[in-house]
């Protein structure tokens, strides 16, 4: 059907708008326009070259990718499906929706998106089930170097290990997903051992090594960097508008009431967290105990956001039959999970673990 284009549409207006002030700007601010684009330029550069390019984090992501792949052609994944399956069948859930989280401990995230979701939809999980899985995911740490570099944290600090291992790591993986169908992700199903497939490849063992390596960079070239670019460039954006300053505030009010510390905390949301927990094992011992817990509870999630809503939603489109916005929905619920957590073992909790 023709359109009209007598009439004004409101991207038509918006898009004027756009010209009017930019002539404004070349006018009277000449220098407005570059400014933008070297900040926004920078934003980015500081994060994509010397932490995904040139850092240990990009090569992490690759090597992650080849430890995935190896560990599900030595039968890793069908060996996780014996152990989960009976807790699973009484839940009524398919037992494939832990998977991600165990890759995401061991590897990356992304790459335990490129590798378990095909593992739900080989296993035929509802789409319920596997936005089950994402939110499960988003309570593990996203790298082992996290979670070890986390454990030196709370050990500086003088707490407990062992509770806080069970309750922030382990406990979350049984109890998110029965929460989870029985409140808002209800379309599950009981499903038996012989009901699912055998998910171990039978693909040789060079091949898997040097496939499972090119897939790695191809993760991180064409999903990951773009991903972490768009998240940092709108960053970039707020700074040049003035508002990022006032938004950093009310992050640092609003963690330190959920017993985050600050500083680690939202190096752990916009950045990463095994950076954040580097640095808190640093001063861990001259903070409050509770916001060190808080810390390491936040750092060991799916955060950063570009991670939430770049990365995830790009990965998991590819390799599920989950949009973008199924995607983003069931990360954000699980970040307030894992938010509530941390409040939960930092302010609650803590008290008590302290040796």
């Keep these: ?5 007598k009439a004004w ?3 038509e207006i918006v898009g004027l708008v756009i010209v009017v002030s930019s002539l404004f700007a070349l006018l009277f601010v000449p220098n407005s326009l570059s400014q933008l684009f070297d900040l926004t330029i920078n934003e980015v550069f500081n994060v994509v070259v010397p932490i995904f390019l040139t850092g240990t984090v990009g090569i992490a992501i690759i090597v992650s990718v080849i430890l995935g792949r190896i560990l599900e052609r030595l039968g890793f994944t069908d060996g996780l499906i014996r152990l989960f399956v009976p807790i699973m069948k009484w839940m009524r859930i398919n037992p494939t929706v832990i998977i ?3 890759y995401n401990i061991l590897g990356d995230i992304n790459a335990a998106g490129k590798i378990a979701a095909p593992v739900l939809s080989k296993a035929k999980a509802t789409k319920d089930e596997q936005k089950i899985a994402v939110v499960t995911m988003i309570q593990s740490p996203q790298s082992f170097a996290t979670f070890v570099l986390g454990l030196i944290a709370l050990s500086a600090a003088g707490i407990s290990l062992f509770p806080i291992i069970i309750l922030s790591i382990f406990l979350p993986l049984i109890l998110v997903p029965f929460i989870l169908s029985r409140t808002i992700y209800r ?3 009981k499903v038996e051992i012989h009901e699912l497939p055998r998910f171990t490849t039978k693909t040789k063992p060079l091949e898997t090594l040097f496939q499972s390596a090119k897939e790695g960079t ?4 064409l999903v990951i960097i773009p991903a972490v670019a768009a998240v940092f460039f709108v960053i970039g954006v707020l700074k040049f508008i003035g508002v990022w300053d006032l938004i950093n505030s009310v992050l640092s009010v609003t963690l330190t009431y959920l017993s985050i510390d600050p500083a680690t905390g939202i190096l752990s949301i916009l950045a990463a967290p095994t950076l954040a927990v580097a640095q808190l094992a640093d001063y861990a011992n001259s903070i409050p105990t509770g916001l060190v817990v808080g810390s ?8 950063p956001l570009s991670v939430i809503f ?5 990965t998991w489109r590819e390799c599920s039959s989950l949009k973008e916005k199924d995607v983003i929905e069931a990360a954000l619920v699980g970040l307030a999970i894992r938010f509530a957590t ?8 803590t008290p008590f673990l302290v040796v």
Aim: aromatic content about 10%.
């Design 100 to 102: 991600p989280s165990i």
């Design 310 to 314: 770049g990365q995830m939603p790009a």
């Design 9 to 11: 549409s409101a991207i």
């Design 296 to 303: 390491f509870v936040i750092a060991n999630s799916g955060l």
């Design 342 to 349: 941390a409040w939960f073992l930092g302010f609650v909790i």
């Design 1 to 5: 059907m023709h359109h009209s284009r």
């Design 218 to 221: 191809e993760l991180l070239l």
């Design 187 to 189: 379309n599950t199903k």
